[in-house]
């Protein structure tokens, strides 16, 4: 038996690019079989198909989430200068036009808003209020202010349908790398089976995290004599709203070269979803998630590996809601 098989825990979800590594290691030993009795050939059959689909799924996931994340900094960026070229003017307002209603035709009577989504209610009324009295004498003073707001409020709403449109097509990704998983997961349950039909040991387990055919028996290392990192601890995770982000840390772990970040989002009162793979080979105890937007939350899991590569426990599950 090469070594490049493992058996896994059923009731452990692996990372999405651990589950690639798994399933194209079962193609490549599979078709080493060819001629063994019972061979399950209507399970091989298309098995490579499923796999292509399932990496480039993958493959590209990975790339509309990095970008999303970057079109999100560049709309927090955008947002930063538009509020506060929105409270300049704010402040300045009633010095031009001391009338109490001018603040509440401008649609900024209220304090300006630290929520992205509902800044950009109060920033375009007004800026279609200014369109409508940017030619009377008295606003004259603030020409050139109102000026810098409309750039930027003209920059501000590009960069949110930009985060927007990429953040839906990080989110379509992510369902096809979840729907090219699940079929290779329907070949890969039963040719595991009839792998594990035709190698059974007495003190053997079903179910294990060693390599195929390798195990004596219990224990999560299998009895081999392998050690895994432990679990990192002191895993939390803050909210900053001023930009939007969340910071995630944990303490130091013996063993570990770097971590892995699971990441799962859901809407506030949703359902916990599964937690996938988001970032590897993170240096240090910490890191920060900028794609943050209110109303959702997040859930985050991290994974110590050492300098072999071998990934160890998963810590628990952290959450946090983004009101």
Known sequence: MPNEIKTRDPQATLYHNDYLTWIVNIASWI??????PGYPAHLVAGIAALIDAFATALEDWHIKNGLAQGKNELFTTAYDQTFAQLQLLKESLPTV?????????????????????????????????????????????????????????????????????????????QNL???TRAACHAKERPIFNWYRARHKKGDDEWWTGTWWGTTSGGGEEGGTGA????????????????????????????GAAKFNIGRAVAKIGDPEPSIMIWMTEV????????AVTPGNSYYYQVTGVDAGNVEGKRSVVVKIDVA
């Open 97 to 173: 036009a001391p009338e109490p209603p001018v603040l509440s035709e401008f649609g900024i009577l209220d304090a300006l808003s630290r929520d992205r989504d509902d800044f950009y209610i109060q920033a375009k009324a007004a800026y279609d209020h200014w369109a409508d009295v940017s030619a009377e004498p008295q606003f004259a003073p603030l020409v050139a202010d109102f000026g810098i707001f409309v750039g930027f409020y003209d920059d501000f709403v590009l960069a949110k349908t930009a985060y927007y449109d990429m953040l839906n097509a990080a989110q379509q990704a």
């Open 31 to 36: 078709v080493t079989q060819v001629g063994q």
């Open 283 to 290: 240096e240090g105890e910490s890191v920060i998630d900028p």
């Open 227 to 254: 050690t895994f990192p432990d679990a990192p601890d002191g895993v939390k995770v803050t909210h900053n709203e001023m930009p939007s982000m969340n910071n995630l840390s944990w303490n130091k772990l013996t």
């Open 177 to 179: 790398v979840l729907s």
